[in-house]
């Protein structure tokens, strides 16, 4: 299944990029980056792998293995829209702020 993101996962991904190679150097920003397309690849082989969020079960949430952020998508027809990217030591995302 392909997998799209929405302008504002675009962004969160790109801001937690930048932010980490000012952080912690490009090395690691280059490994975090990897594991998101990796994670990614995954939602497109098995979309339904994740738990849905019990407020909004329209919305699946995957863990970014070995890093603090979490994955926020929804099923489509033909496709996996991922929402939101979000890193897990902000309040919990509930969704309502789209």
């Not at 939602?43 to 603090?68: H, I, K, M």
């Amino acid at each position: 299944m392909k997998v799209i993101f929405g302008r504002r996962a675009l962004r969160n991904v790109q801001k937690i990029l930048a932010d980490s190679e000012r952080s912690f150097g490009s090395a690691a920003a280059d490994a975090l980056e990897k594991r998101i397309s990796r994670s990614v690849a995954q939602l497109a082989d098995a979309p339904e792998s994740a738990p849905r969020l019990a407020n909004r079960p329209e919305t699946r949430v995957l863990w970014l293995v070995g890093y603090p952020f979490r994955i926020f998508y929804r099923l489509r027809k033909d496709a996996v829209e991922i929402s939101h990217v979000r890193h897990t030591s902000r309040r919990p995302w509930t969704g309502a702020e789209e």
